[in-house]
């Protein structure tokens, strides 16, 4: 275990790290300078999910594929129960109440979809993909949360992991000409798309193209996000200074809008150096991905490199105003505990990947597959 433990990538848990203490000065500043509110409860959280994610790493692949089955069940079995007996907060029932904690199962459900295609293609040969029938299990695993998750409804989280399922499928080995089979029909179904779209999901569409006709309404979050960042200037307003942040007139400020809050304080400096930590991260897991030798620690790897990416730059371009708000947060910033510690599992499984990235697959597999 020691010997595991030491090959641990331990640069990449010190930009966690990193990553969590931007998150707690944030949510420090969000509290209105008092840690209670956000900031210590959040750092317990991480400090759980640190051990939790040590503990992971150390987990070896082979028992790992044996739990992506009952994993990926379980995960569905969550899905199907916040339908029933699901908490509703702001509109939509995405929780469960845990004694007292509030847990959304659609956060661990990307993990345990990214679990499930990874032991799926480990198993099937690059040759085999070669047949579309052999896409019909991967694509339903992929469908199937999708669908669950729509219907809470979560617009935001279903696209990623779709966008993540997708993303495995072509890593795999998808031929190109299925990829356009697939994507082709995409352009012509926007319009029908829409009209099943709820009326608050078609209102965030509206106020995304036109934020200006109702300015205290619907359009109130992104312009004040807008007027925030552009305050911040190069250097920004000062810790524990920010206008709008301080003043409240920033929504959810803590959660979706943390971000907004860093650039409005630290400015353009200090949002470019939060981009550049979140990029290292990222990259990180995806160096790793290619140094391992299995087709199973690659796939795992970057399905949950790409599950980070995809959080990154959903909620940066949301708070920037690129893309309608869909309330996703900043992974490990952002004030939250399914988020927090999904994650920090997730970063868990990554790690596993590298310490046991000289661990093949199995011979049969690795000469049915044409690896080595």
Known sequence: MFSRLWQVNWVFVLLV?????????????????????FAQPQLLRF?????????????SPRLLRLLSVPIYL???????????????????????????????????????LVLALATWFQRVSRRKLGNPLQ???????????????????????????????????????????????????????????????????????????HPEHDPLGAGYNILQSKIALGSGGMWGEGYLHGSQGQLNFLPEKQTDFIFTMIGEEWGYA????????????TLAGMLM???????????????????????????????????????????LISYGGSAMLTMMFGFGLLLSTWVHRDDPDTPRNSQGSGYS
Not at 47 to 59: E, K, N, Y
Not at 78 to 104: D, P, S, T, Y
Not at 275 to 281: A, W
Request: proline share 4%; aromatic share 10%; hydrophobic share 55%.
């Open 135 to 209: 896409l019909l299990i991967p694509a339903a695993l992929t469908l199937l949360p999708v669908v669950l998750i729509l219907k809470e409804p979560n617009l935001g989280t279903a696209v990623i992991v779709g966008v993540i399922g997708a993303s495995l499928i072509f890593a795999a080995g998808m031929r190109w000409w299925q990829i356009i089979l697939l994507v082709a029909p995409i352009p012509f179904m926007g319009h029908f798309v829409y009209d099943h779209l709820h009326d608050y999901q078609k209102a965030r569409i509206d106020t995304f193209l």
């Open 270 to 281: 200090g949002g470019l150096t939060v981009i550049i930590l979140l990029s290292l991260v």
């Open 289 to 331: 991905s290619l140094r391992c030798r299995s087709r199973f620690g690659r796939l795992l790897a970057l399905g949950i490199s790409m599950d980070f990416f995809l959080y990154c730059a959903v909620n940066l371009s949301m708070v920037m105003g690129a893309i309608p708000v869909g309330g996703v947060p900043l992974p």
């Open 74 to 112: 379980g995960a569905i079995a969550l899905l199907v129960l916040v339908l029933k007996m699901g908490h509703v907060g702001k509109g939509a029932e995405r929780w469960i109440n845990l004694g007292g904690f509030q847990f959304q199962p659609s956060e661990f459900a990307k993990i345990a």
């Open 17 to 37: 790290c990193a990553l969590a203490g931007v998150g707690y000065i944030a949510l420090y500043s969000a509290g209105g300078g008092s840690a209670r509110a």
């Open 47 to 59: 400090g759980f999910g640190l051990l939790m994610m040590i503990g992971v790493a150390l987990i």
